[in-house]
Nanobody, 112 residues
């Protein structure tokens, strides 16, 4: 499975960005992780093929993950961005046998 992510960039605090990630074939779950400088990679949000979602507490109410199943694409709408959201965001997918696949990272920078 190949994953193609896009949508990162520079935004001011309070602004919005949308990330997208397209998989080369149908997979079970997709999600986003992020890694800030000097920190471990952490889960941001995931969504299964049935639409079940999961978010890290720090983004609840601000980020929304959604999925376009026919096009094997997942989106992460990020609103009310904070400087602490600055990180490299990685798309991750898992197939129906739970094998993980990672996309290339996309940098999100939130200025104060």
């Amino acid at each position: 499975v190949q994953l193609q992510a896009s949508g990162g960039g520079l935004v001011q605090a309070g602004g919005s960005l949308r990330l997208s990630c397209t998989a080369s074939r149908n997979i079970f779950s997709m999600g986003w992780y992020r890694q800030a400088p000097g920190k471990q990679r952490e889960l941001v949000a995931t969504i299964t093929s049935r639409g079940t979602t999961n978010y890290v507490d720090s983004v609840k109410g601000r980020f929304t993950i959604s999925r376009d199943n026919p096009n094997n694409t997942v989106y992460l709408q990020m609103n009310s961005l904070k400087p602490e959201d600055t990180a490299v965001y990685y798309c991750k997918a898992a197939d129906f046998w739970y094998n993980p696949y990672w996309g290339q990272g996309t940098l999100v920078t939130v200025s104060s």
